[in-house]
């Protein structure tokens, strides 16, 4: 089992939908969480941290952590065709030496007009 | 804002040089990474760092070494490249745990 899994897509979403991304977890002692959006050719960039069970949103985007079933979401609403890109889940284990985060393998998200 | 810089954008190497990848960052943080990230195989882990002069090796070290003698700066060798180093390499760096990364604009690496 991977430690951070994410279904690699793509994920078609029309323009204007909510895109619905998941990502799951192994290391139940997991403490921070976060999506980073990659665009194709470019480095990642951190969009999202939730720390604490429940809903957290940032603008058009809702990151939600569920720590009893080991899963982290994001749900991107209204979607743009600038949402396309990669999103990827990373996970802090409460085992990682140093800071070290461990990345899932990214969704990719295509958005259509 | 914090910065991450990375020296080169694109490089071109010879098979068996010795290639430095430079990464300096502004914000003072402790921990400093090098991953490389190639299609399906995701980011992968070279070596890291969570002080200066302290290094430990990744997921995928062979092949490579890093130098970090001053805080800001973390440096990525590839002591003889070869061609299955080609790849676009990643630094990033990050206060501790809680923060995240913050990723650099990435070194697209080609060993001829």
């Known amino acids: 089992q991977k430690e951070v899994e994410q279904n690699s897509g793509p994920l078609s979403v029309p323009e204007g939908a909510i895109a619905s991304l998941n990502c799951t977890y192994s290391?139940?002692?997991?403490?921070?969480f976060f999506w980073y959006r990659q665009y194709s050719g470019k480095s990642p960039e951190l969009i999202m941290s939730?720390?604490?069970?429940g809903d957290k949103e940032d603008g058009r985007f809702t990151a939600q952590l569920n720590k009893a079933s080991q899963y982290v979401s994001l749900l991107i609403r209204d979607s743009q065709p600038s949402d396309s890109a990669t999103y990827l889940c990373a996970v802090s284990p409460i085992k990682a030496a140093g800071n070290k985060l461990t990345f899932g393998g990214g969704t990719r998200v295509l958005v259509k007009p | 804002d914090v910065k991450v810089t990375q020296s080169s954008r694109y490089l071109v190497k010879r098979t068996g040089e010795k290639v430095f990848l430079e990464c300096v960052q502004d914000m003072d943080h402790e921990n400093m990474f090098w991953y490389r990230q190639d299609p399906g195989l995701g980011l992968r882990l070279i070596y890291f760092s969570y002080d200066v002069k302290m290094k430990e090796k990744g997921d995928i070290p062979e092949g490579y070494s890093v130098s970090r003698e001053k805080k800001e700066r973390f440096s990525l060798i590839l002591e003889s490249a070869s061609t299955n180093q080609t790849s676009m390499y990643l630094c990033a760096s990050s206060p501790d745990r809680n923060y995240g990364y913050t990723f650099g604009s990435g070194t697209r690496l080609t060993v001829v």
């Open positions: 290391d139940r002692g997991s403490q921070s």
């Open positions: 939730i720390y604490s069970n």
